[in-house]
C-alpha cells in the first residue's frame, strides 16, 4: 500500500471554481457545512483520477484510501474524515460518495465509452450521486431523484463536451461515445486538432442536442423541490445549463469558447432567481400558504 496521502495530490481548485453553482449563499447556511464537506471529498478524488503524473496503481490505491477514511477505517485523509464525521452528526449514508469514487475508479481504468448508454451508466456514478446528496441534506422526498438524475446527468455531459480536447491530449480519455464518432464520419483523433473538422462539428453539436432532452426532463426539478432556497439554486443551475448547450450546439469546443463569462452567469443566475421566486410564490399562493419553507 502506498504511503502517499490523497490530501497532497489536491489542485487547489475550488467549488467557486466550477462551472455551476456549489452551495452558494442561496442555500441555507445549515446545509452549506455539510454540502462542501462532500465537495472537498469529491474533488480530493478528482485531482488524483485527472493526476497527470500518478500511475494508475498509484491512482486507485488512493482512491481506496480514501473510501478507508470515509468508512471509518483510516484517518489519513482529511476530507474523508470530515465528510464521515459531518455524515454521521447528520445521518447521512456514505454510499453517494462511494458511487463517485467508483467514477473515479472507472476514470482511471476505462478510457472510452460504446454509446450514449453508456456513456449514462457512468454518469449514474459521477453526477447523478452529486444531487441526490445534497437533495438527502435537504431531506428531500428520494420520489424527485429521476429529475435530479436527468439534471446531473446533463451537467456532466456538458462538461465532457467542453473539456473533450483537453481530456484526450492530457489524459487520453474520451468520453465523447465512440458510435457518434462512427455515426458522424469521424474517430476520436479529430479531439487533438486545433480546429474541430466538420465531421467532428457534427458529432459534438449532436451531442449536445442529445442533452438538450435530458434538460427537459429536469426542467420540473426546481418546482419538484420543497426547500425553497435549493429549489432557487436548482433553478440556477437549470438555465446554466440550458444557456451553455445553445452555445455548444453552435460553437466549436476544440476553439471556440464555450463557458461562461462572469458577467454571463450572474446574468442567468439573476433571471433564473427572480423566475424561482415567481414560480414559488405562485406555488404557496395556489396553496393558501405566503411563507416558503427555510425562505
Known amino acids: ?11 487547489g481548485k475550488s467549488h467557486r471554481d466550477e462551472n455551476f453553482p456549489v452551495a452558494s449563499r442561496l442555500i441555507h447556511p445549515r446545509h452549506r457545512g455539510p454540502i462542501l464537506a462532500f465537495y472537498n471529498f469529491v474533488r480530493t478524488a478528482d485531482d488524483i483520477a485527472d493526476h497527470p503524473t500518478l500511475a494508475a496503481p ?32 447528520r445521518g447521512l449514508s456514505p454510499r453517494h460518495a462511494q458511487n463517485l469514487l467508483t467514477a473515479f475508479r472507472m476514470d482511471v481504468t476505462k478510457l472510452r465509452y460504446r454509446d450514449w448508454d453508456d456513456l449514462i451508466d457512468y454518469c449514474s456514478y459521477s453526477a447523478m450521486p452529486v444531487g441526490r446528496f445534497v437533495l438527502d441534506v435537504h431531506g428531500e ?7 435530479n438524475d436527468a439534471l446531473c446527468a446533463a451537467l456532466q455531459v456538458i462538461n465532457h463536451i467542453q473539456d473533450c480536447q483537453q481530456d484526450y491530449r492530457n489524459l487520453d ?7 457518434a464518432f462512427a455515426a458522424a464520419g469521424c474517430d476520436v483523433t479529430a479531439l487533438g486538432q486545433a480546429v474541430a473538422s466538420p465531421a467532428l462539428k457534427n458529432c459534438l453539436h449532436g451531442l449536445a442536442h442529445r442533452t438538450r432532452e435530458l434538460l427537459r426532463v429536469s426542467d420540473p426539478f426546481p418546482a419538484m423541490i420543497e426547500d425553497f432556497r435549493l429549489s432557487l439554486e436548482v433553478s440556477v443551475i437549470q438555465a446554466l445549463a440550458n444557456q451553455l448547450v ?11 469558447r464555450v463557458h461562461l463569462s462572469g458577467a454571463g452567469v450572474f446574468a442567468v443566475g439573476g433571471v433564473a432567481t427572480i423566475a424561482g421566486i415567481l414560480r414559488r410564490f405562485r406555488r404557496r399562493l395556489a396553496a393558501g400558504a405566503y411563507r416558503p419553507r427555510d425562505a
Do not use: C
Open 173 to 179: 480519455r474520451v468520453y465523447i461515445p465512440l458510435e
Open 141 to 147: 422526498d428520494t420520489k424527485i431523484w429521476p429529475a
Open 1 to 11: 500500500m502506498t504511503t502517499m496521502s490523497a490530501h497532497k495530490f489536491r489542485s
Open 58 to 89: 498509484q491512482k486507485l490505491e488512493l482512491l481506496d484510501e480514501l473510501e478507508q477514511g470515509l468508512l471509518g477505517e483510516s484517518e489519513a485523509n482529511p476530507e474523508a474524515v470530515a465528510l464521515r464525521r459531518v455524515a454521521g452528526e
Open 246 to 256: 445553445r452555445m455548444l450546439e453552435q460553437r466549436d469546443p476544440l476553439s471556440e
